[in-house]
């Protein structure tokens, strides 16, 4: 869309990591998937804006253009840390459903039952093989199942 002189794109995104059956893998994605968001005057830009290339349609509610207003935007960039692709690591809390995503035990799920303080590692509760043990692992090793956009919120 920055093809365009007098219109103003905004797209933020969010960098973080994943299990995969490869280990963690970095992902990048649209803080609102399939979403961005263009300043422009309306009456003068409205057509080529509509007819640009990836554009499906400019959101609307019964006819009427959706106009988000300037402090909702800035909002989003404060939350944002003033970047457009905000890298989010993914910490664990007590009670956070994980995934261990490396090491011999990889693809098991459990609950964090403690973090050792001082120390790069926590204790996971997890159901193996129809019982439940606790084990300690690296946090490096593990990772929140909790979904990008609540950890960034929380961060």
């Known amino acids: 869309m920055s093809q365009f002189e007098g219109v103003e794109t905004y797209c933020p995104r969010l960098r973080f990591q994943r299990s995969t059956p490869r280990g963690k893998v970095w992902f990048v994605e649209a803080l609102f998937p399939s979403y961005f968001f263009a300043r422009f005057i309306y009456a ?15 959101v ?5 253009t959706v106009c988000v207003p300037d402090q909702v935007i800035e909002d989003l960039r404060n939350e944002m840390h003033g970047e457009e692709l905000r890298e989010i690591h993914h910490g664990v809390q007590i009670g956070d459903t994980v995934e261990v995503a490396d090491g ?35 946090k490096a090793q593990v990772l929140s199942e909790r979904s990008p956009r609540d950890i960034m919120v929380a961060q």
């Open 104 to 138: 011999p035990m990889r693809g098991l799920k459990g609950i964090v039952e403690a973090i050792k303080d001082g120390q790069d590692r926590v204790k996971v509760l997890l159901e193996f093989l129809g019982r439940s043990s606790l084990v300690e692992v690296s």
């Open 60 to 64: 609307d509610f019964g006819g009427k």
């Open 44 to 58: 003068d830009m409205y057509r080529a804006v509509r007819h640009a290339h990836n554009v499906i349609r400019i």
